[in-house]
């Protein structure tokens, strides 16, 4: 799903609002997995035609216009999309497969050591004030997971699909990511008690309802 599309996707759905400011182009980039003169190419096309506006100043930056573009400029970038519904479907299926493996032996093996190691991401989480700054914690949660429970092999099937999935990824309001944390600390706090059942469990409502929120249908024309 190019840069486009996912913003113009995002302010659509209403995942950011008219008013809202965005990150900078550089921690946009990031997390979209692009390079940086991708995103600005992106921006100045989101500008141009009216769903961003750019401000001068102290205050400044790059903000949703309060009056974006007519249904007509969505329904294009909707047509971009075909497909990628079924790409993200299946990446989520494969990752929740290799995941429910790491977690259900982490709560088997994990130290304190590695418990703390994964309540402090968590912490770190609830810390951050934008998605771009989770985005880069996010993976590195469960990539710790991953490595908790070995062997190397599976740190690295599941890095490449967070990888894949990434590019796959729009923004998301605060609310909806500080409850994916909420999710992150029910697995850990399941690790800790040696709970692969209850960790299992809470692995499987995060993505559920991640998956859930990831591919819901844009909606149609009025």
Aim: a negative charge; aromatic letters at 4%.
């Amino acid at each position: 799903m190019d840069s486009v599309a996912r913003l113009a996707l995002a302010v659509e759905l209403g995942l950011i609002s008219p008013g809202d400011r965005l990150p900078n182009e550089v921690e946009l980039a990031e997390a979209f997995g692009v390079a940086r003169i991708t995103m600005r190419r992106a921006l100045s096309e989101l500008c141009a035609r009216g769903v961003l506006v750019r401000r001068r100043g102290r205050a400044g930056g790059t903000f949703v216009s309060s009056a974006p573009p007519n249904q007509h400029f969505f329904d294009e970038h909707r047509a971009r999309l075909a497909g990628v519904g079924q790409e993200m479907r299946e990446l989520l299926d494969y990752r929740r497969v290799l995941e429910a493996g790491a977690v259900h032996v982490a709560a088997a093996t994990a130290t304190d050591r590695d418990v703390t190691a994964l309540r402090d991401l968590v912490e770190s989480m609830d810390t951050v004030e934008d998605w771009p700054a989770f985005r880069r914690l996010d993976p590195r949660f469960h990539l710790t997971i991953a490595s908790i429970a070995g062997p190397q092999r599976l740190v690295d099937e599941l890095a490449d699909v967070l990888g894949r999935l990434r590019p796959l990824y729009f923004p998301h309001p605060m609310a909806f990511l500080r409850e994916v944390n909420r999710q992150h600390r029910a697995i850990v706090e399941a690790i800790a008690s040696s709970d692969p059942v209850a960790a299992t469990a809470a692995l499987s409502d995060q993505l559920t309802a991640l998956q859930h929120e990831l591919l819901v249908d844009p909606p149609g024309p009025s």
